[in-house]
């Protein structure tokens, strides 16, 4: 059973670069048909698509983040990352990472985890 | 980019009543469209893509139709564990993002 696991600071500095980790396991990261996705949510709020990475390692991301999100692959490690630079308030959220499957659907979902930029 | 619209933003029912939620995308995103159903605290849970084929382990009281720009998510009769928010995600090749409407929370009436 594929799970996949967020992890990275839960508290960030205004101005500053989130940084997110999403480990998978039960599943290899380099299987083709798959991409692998950033989602959030913030507090009392609806879903927001941040962006994807290909198994190719090509990525396509939002626009309207476009200019400050990088989305990459570590292979080594079966594992993705998230990093969002200039934060303000408006990125405080709930991100989760999920694989997104050859129908372009989420069936696979992290738990989530907090982010909260404040100083 | 293709703005997705989901009415109600509430929707109160009664156990056992049939539940009727719609989106709208601002231009044709043909059947790709999927709805979520996520509870408090959850990650979301996939219920149905293609616009109207059942995800794995998805119970048959949820169906969904629609093609082009209107879609209906329809719980034929809601049980206790149906009382939640619902979104619905568009996934067309082009513009190639993916974008989710702002949800819709079944609530007990």
């Known amino acids: 059973q594929l799970q996949l696991q967020e992890s990275g600071s839960g508290l960030v500095k205004p101005s500053q670069t989130l940084s997110l980790t999403c480990a998978v396991s039960?599943?290899?990261?380099?299987?083709?048909?798959?991409?692998w996705s950033w989602i959030r949510q913030p507090p009392g709020k609806g879903l927001e698509w941040i962006g994807y990475?290909?198994?190719?390692?090509?990525?396509y991301y939002n626009p309207s983040l476009k200019s400050r999100v990088t989305i990459s692959v570590d292979r080594s490690k079966n594992q993705f990352s998230l990093k969002l630079s200039s934060v303000t308030a408006a990125d405080t959220a709930v991100y989760y990472c999920?694989?997104?499957?050859?129908?372009?659907?989420?069936?696979?979902w992290g738990q989530g985890t907090l982010v909260t930029v404040s100083s | 980019e293709i703005v997705m619209t989901q009415s109600p933003a509430t929707l109160s029912v009664s156990p056992g009543e049939r539940a009727t939620l719609s989106c709208r995308a601002s231009q044709s995103v043909s059947s790709n469209l999927a709805w979520y159903q996520q509870k408090p605290g959850q990650a979301p849970r996939l219920l149905i893509y293609?616009?109207?084929t059942r995800a794995t382990g998805i119970p048959a009281r949820f169906s969904g139709s629609g093609s082009g720009t209107e879609f209906t998510l329809t719980i034929s009769s809601l049980q206790s564990e149906d009382f939640a928010v619902y979104y619905c995600q568009q996934y067309n090749n082009w513009p190639p993002g993916r974008t989710f409407g702002g949800g819709t929370k079944v609530e007990i009436k």
């Open positions: 990475i290909y198994h190719s390692g090509s990525t």
């Open positions: 999920a694989r997104e499957e050859q129908q372009l659907v989420y069936a696979y």
């Open positions: 039960g599943g290899s990261i380099s299987s083709g048909g798959y991409s």
């Open positions: 293609g616009a109207s």
